[in-house]
């Protein structure tokens, strides 16, 4: 194989079938041989031994008088890995092939080799030669008769032409081998950076695990604190439940003895002509008991009994409502009850904060929801807006905010605002306030995790949408969209 870096490829290849011809090239390209007796020139012509040491332009010249001939020639050189780098070809070589066929038969074995179509005729247009070989930086037209320097200039640029696409085509391999080189070590770092993701997805599993635990606890936590809180309200009508029951049985104790004083003036009316002084006693007896007072204030009291006990069974109720036990499907709901029975429950988180106010649109259809995780999505919000509001009050000074609920239909969804007359949320972490564990609460006082599982409950787990308007200094409304239908939801989840 030649050494493109040392040596040049000087090997050429005449095809001509006027001998003539050949002796003219060898006399341009190898002027040594100009001196050469006939006897040489013939032996040359009958024996076909053509191949010369170099000349003194360092070319070494086969010759074939035919196109067949030739390409044999060019077989050999294949076979031998010695390429000829150009060929000189007449265009015209009766009885055998032309230099066009010559040509594109050439090509088919060796499609490197630089060519030059002589001609002295106009046998071909070049639109011609194209139609027949195709487009080619390989091929040039050299008419007869031929200028010398033309010939060796043809000669020196074409042999280098073909040293430098050999030399590319070797840098090209050392390039392709560096590449596979480099893809070799991508591959392998391909396949590390996989095993990298295995481990990073089985993290995130393990991760998605402890949040659910995570999750867990802190509903558990919101169920102790609400228990704290409903056992507070449940205080407050039992207490004066227990003080109208007390008064009610010093009450009765009166008119138990102003019966039994009763009966004696009637037993002595009926068996002692003194009756008149019993029934003065009657009358004291009845002044001590104050039964006017007792007649106006029993009914009162049995009344606010009945009000205390009927605000325990709201508040039982509510309770088995907001927390749906075993609820793992959803479930066709009215919202307006839903969020009804979760203001009940948390009133004791902004009763001393808040005036609720609510704006419940009469007549909504019902929505499948999972009631339970619904019911956590609205408290999370009202507690949110009374920590908001919280924030906001002076201590001490016994004001207080407003937060506002309402519902309505809006097409295909139905629409909950909340709403607060909080500090609103600013603007650099609005971007923010859906992601896990992110908050603004002190050290204790949330875990960041309320305003994430809303989102995660009503985007993913009910197709909807929930987002926010604010205002600083004026508050934040926060407004929730649930499908009436699940196709609605399954719609804006596609486009999202």
């Known amino acids: 194989m030649i050494n493109m870096n040392n040596n040049k490829n000087r090997r050429l290849l005449i095809i001509d079938d006027n001998h003539s011809i050949h002796d003219d090239f060898r006399k341009i390209l190898k002027p040594e041989m100009a001196n050469r007796g006939a006897l040489d020139a013939t032996e040359t012509a009958l024996f076909g031994d053509q191949t010369d040491s170099l000349g003194s332009h360092g070319f070494e010249i086969d010759s074939a008088f035919q196109g067949q001939e030739g390409l044999a020639r060019v077989q050999e050189s294949a ?57 080619s930086d390989r091929l040039v037209i050299l008419k007869k008769p031929f200028d010398n320097i033309e010939v060796l200039q043809l000669a020196n640029a074409l042999t280098e032409k073909w040293r430098l696409v050999q030399l590319a085509k070797l840098r090209m391999d050392g390039l392709e081998e560096l590449v596979g080189e480099r893809t070799l070590e991508l591959t392998r770092a391909n396949e590390k950076l996989q095993g990298d993701i295995v481990w990073r997805q089985a993290a995130e599993k393990q991760r998605d695990s402890m949040e659910i635990q995570l999750r867990h606890a802190q509903k558990l936590e919101s169920i102790g604190q609400l228990a704290a809180g409903i056992a507070h309200e449940i205080n407050t009508p039992t207490q004066y439940i227990g003080d109208n029951v007390r008064f009610l049985a010093d009450a009765f104790r009166d008119i138990k003895q102003l019966l039994i004083r009763q009966k004696e003036v009637f037993q002595a009316a009926s068996d002692n002509p003194a009756a008149r002084e019993v029934l003065r006693e009657l009358e004291a007896a009845a002044r001590a008991a104050d039964t006017e007072y007792l007649l106006t204030e029993i009914p009162k009291s049995i009344e606010q009994t009945m009000e205390g006990v009927d605000r325990v069974a709201r508040i039982v109720r509510a309770m088995k409502e907001f927390s749906h036990p075993g609820v793992s499907e959803k479930t066709p709901i009215g919202i307006n009850k839903a969020i009804e029975s979760t203001l009940t429950v948390s009133h004791n988180e902004w009763k001393y904060v808040a005036e609720l106010v609510t704006h419940l649109a009469p007549d909504l259809p019902l929505v499948r929801c999972l009631p339970g995780e619904f019911n956590q999505v609205i408290l999370n919000l009202i507690v949110n807006a009374a920590h908001a509001i919280a924030d906001t009050l002076p201590a001490g000074s016994g004001t207080k905010g407003t937060i506002t609920i309402s519902t309505r239909q809006s097409g295909d969804w139905l629409e909950i605002r909340i709403a607060d007359t909080g500090p609103g949320i600013p603007e650099k972490i609005r971007t923010r306030i859906f992601d896990p564990f992110f908050t603004t609460k002190a050290v204790g006082k949330g875990t960041g995790q309320g305003l994430a599982i809303a989102h995660s409950v009503v985007v993913d787990k009910h197709g909807g949408t929930i987002t926010f308007e604010t205002e600083i200094g004026r508050g934040t409304t926060f407004i929730i969209l649930l499908p009436i239908n699940e196709s609605a939801g399954a719609k804006v989840n596609r486009e999202i």
Do not use: H, N
Request: proline share 7%; hydrophobic share 40%; with cysteine.
């Open 79 to 135: 076979k031998l890995s010695r390429p000829y780098a150009m060929a000189f070809i007449d265009v015209r070589m009766p009885p055998g092939w032309d230099g066009i066929e010559t040509t594109a038969k050439i090509w088919e074995i060796d499609p490197e080799l630089q060519v030059v179509i002589c001609t002295a005729y106009s046998d071909y247009s070049w639109d011609d030669m194209i139609a027949r070989i195709g487009q």
